[in-house]
């Protein structure tokens, strides 16, 4: 299995105002698609079922302090991803994704007694965007080093009237690039509206982490930089070099 995780760039130019932060930054946000095959065993992942998990940063005595915010409809979220799929007008196609995952992380500079605020606000935010019924499932994982973070996963959904459903699986037209270019501006003035100003959906990682890239890169790429910034002496102060990234 090999998941794309398309990391959203946000820049002045392109944006056409200021950024809420300096210039060069990239959002808190990725989004990741997943094909049916992959679901069942990302679904039990997340839900820590799966007793020899490859991410050797989860610590089992932090467990506890994971917490489910999507709702509880009375079967599993694998058996409720199943019923909402065959309601829906889906290709029958092995490479088609039927499911999306977006990964949020409270923001660095975030006091640890917002966070609460932050994920259930987010949380509120990626329901209306994408469709409460279309939600499998949302997780906040705080049993990792680094920031806590949110896994939003739902099944990503268009209208198309060709079909009797009247409705589509289609994760290239949701998450389209107007899409990712719009979504972190949209979710900084949902909690901004929401009272969380204090919440800044950007961090200090450098332009050159985005674009394409799939998790382990991702991750061996932050570990690449930690130790580069362990080796030799700050040159610059007052400006973090950027939250771990944690999935």
């Not at 398309?6 to 060069?24: D, V, W, Y």
């Not at 839900?47 to 005595?61: L, M, Q, T, V």
């Not at 709702?71 to 199943?82: H, K, N, Q, S, V």
């Not at 985005?210 to 007052?238: C, D, H, I, M, S």
Request: hydrophobic letters at 30%; glycine letters at 6%.
């Amino acid at each position: 299995m090999r998941c794309l995780l398309l990391q959203c760039i946000l820049s002045q130019n392109r944006m056409g105002h200021e950024n809420p932060t300096e210039k060069g930054k990239i959002m808190m946000a990725c989004a990741e698609k997943f094909g049916a095959g992959a679901v069942r065993n990302i679904l039990r992942h997340n839900r820590r079922e799966i007793e020899h998990s490859s991410n050797h940063d989860i610590d089992p005595e932090r467990l506890e302090q994971d917490y489910i915010l999507s709702p509880d409809r009375g079967m599993t979220e694998y058996d409720y991803f199943l019923q909402r799929k065959a309601e829906l007008y889906c290709y029958n196609r092995k490479d088609v994704n039927v499911m999306v995952g977006w990964i949020v992380t409270a923001p660095q500079d975030l006091t640890p007694e917002r966070y609460d605020d932050f994920f259930y606000a987010t949380y509120d935010f990626l329901e209306n965007r994408y469709g409460e019924e279309n939600v499998v499932q949302a997780i906040v994982h705080d049993d990792e080093g680094g920031q806590p973070h949110l896994h939003f996963c739902f099944i990503p959904v268009e209208e198309d009237l060709k079909h009797e459903q009247g409705y589509k699986i289609c994760a290239n037209d949701v998450l389209d690039r107007r899409e990712l270019r719009n979504f972190h501006p949209d979710l900084q003035r949902y909690l901004n509206e929401h009272g969380l100003e204090d919440a800044r959906v950007m961090t200090g990682v450098t332009k050159r982490q985005g674009g394409n890239r799939t998790v382990a890169q991702l991750k061996a790429e932050r570990e690449q930089e930690y130790q580069q910034e362990v080796e030799r002496p700050a040159l610059y102060f007052g400006e973090s070099s950027g939250p771990e990234l944690r999935f």
